[in-house]
Nanobody
Framework: QVQLVESGGGLVQAGGSLRLSCAAS????????MGWFRQAPGKEREFVSA????????YYSDSVKGRFIISRDNAKNMVYLQMNSLKPEDTAIYYC????????????????WGQGTQVTVSS
């Protein structure tokens, strides 16, 4: 069982930056692939970014590639999402996700979800 708690969301102006954090419980954190997904109002949840067990491989959706950076610290059971050059269309609830699959690029690969953190980007 893995419990995930996100933090770091908030209100930011377009062009600004935010850093999301996800704290994971459990002694087997380093064996899980981790990812971030988001859901905007009236839209389905979508993949944002993923990172494999070691942190050596990262993946991004086309909409955030070049602006967001995912990282993890297995010693601290933490996953981060550095979000730069934020746009109003990045406004959404951001969810941290964990799964046994190395690359969590779709909902169906996720075993555990966090409760979400709101990110609002004003124009």
């Amino acid at each position: 069982q893995v419990q995930l708690v996100e933090s770091g969301g908030g209100l930011v102006q377009a062009g600004g930056s935010l850093r999301l954090s996800c704290a994971a419980s459990g002694r087997t954190f380093s064996t899980y692939g981790m990812g971030w997904f988001r859901q905007a109002p009236g839209k389905e949840r979508e993949f944002v970014s993923a990172i494999n067990w070691s942190g050596g491989n990262t993946y991004y959706s086309d909409s955030v590639k070049g602006r967001f950076i995912i990282s993890r610290d297995n010693a601290k059971n933490m996953v981060y999402l550095q979000m730069n050059s934020l746009k109003p269309e990045d406004t959404a609830i951001y969810y941290c996700a964990a799964g046994r699959r190395a690359t969590l690029t779709a909902d169906r690969f996720v075993d555990y979800w966090g409760q979400g953190t709101q990110v609002t980007v004003s124009s």
